[in-house]
Nanobody, 123 residues
């Protein structure tokens, strides 16, 4: 599967953005999907994940209550709604797909990655 992330940009602190990740192929509903982010000089970190059916979600503690992950299997797309953004959340945001996983927060378990989209939060 090929993944294309979009929706990044410049936003003021406290603002919102919605990221999208479009997947190619007809097997999108077979993948659990995750969002990760990587700030300059830092390791890639888990943000959120969603099961293939969309029923189960998981979030990093730092984004709970502010970010929402969702998916539309008919459109082969996963979304990340980000509210109340903070300057320290400036990073490149990546979407990823995995067929079978033990730990959604472990980036090494994901099979496919998008190219990333830059989110810049100004103070």
């Amino acid at each position: 599967v090929q993944l294309q992330a979009s929706g990044g940009g410049l936003v003021q602190a406290g603002g919102s953005l919605r990221l999208s990740c479009a997947a190619s192929g007809r097997t999108f509903s077979s993948y659990d999907m995750g969002w990760f982010r990587q700030a300059p000089g830092k390791e890639r970190e888990f943000v959120a994940a969603i099961s293939r059916s969309g029923v189960i979600t998981s979030y990093a503690d730092s984004v709970k209550g502010r970010f929402t992950i969702s998916r539309d299997n008919a459109k082969n797309t996963v979304y990340l709604q980000m509210n109340s953004l903070k300057p320290e959340e400036t990073a490149v945001y990546y979407c990823a797909a995995v067929v079978s996983i033990r730990s959604w927060s472990n980036a090494y378990e994901y099979d496919y990655w998008g190219q990333g989209t830059l989110v810049t939060v100004s103070s």
